[in-house]
């Protein structure tokens, strides 16, 4: 199991930036992949961006393309969503996840290990 935590999130204007991020704790000499997930208050939680173990391949939700940015740092066991040009729609509270394949964090499928999640406000 891997213990994720996320930081980074707040209140931003539209328009503006934030970053954030997931350190990964545990049993991370196993490779695995990332992603980033959010849910908004009433709603389901929906996919925004997965990265797999060695960062070569990312896959991005529509609504996000362009605007975030997936990464991660091995060595620091942190993976990392960058949010530009972020719209009162964005706000969620976002939470990261990780599963060995690639293919399950896509397709936000359990069992994965979850964070505890991060709220995001974007003004309008």
């Known amino acids: 199991q891997v213990q994720l935590v996320e930081s980074g999130g707040g209140l931003v204007q539209a328009g503006g930036s934030l970053r954030l991020s997931c350190a990964a704790s545990g049993r991370t000499g196993s490779s695995y992949a990332m992603g980033w997930f959010r849910q908004a208050p009433g709603k389901e939680r929906e996919f925004v961006a997965a990265?797999?173990?060695?960062?070569?391949?990312?896959y991005y939700a529509d609504s996000v393309k362009g605007r975030f940015t997936i990464s991660r740092d091995n060595a620091k066991n942190t993976v990392y969503l960058q949010m530009t040009s972020l719209k009162p729609e964005d706000t969620c509270v976002y939470y990261c996840?990780?599963?060995?394949?690639?293919?399950?964090?896509?397709?936000?499928?359990?069992?994965?290990?979850w964070g505890q999640g991060t709220q995001v406000t974007v003004s309008s």
């Open positions: 990265i797999n173990w060695s960062g070569d391949r990312t």
């Open positions: 996840a990780a599963n060995r394949f690639f293919s399950q964090v896509v397709a936000g499928k359990d069992p994965m290990d």
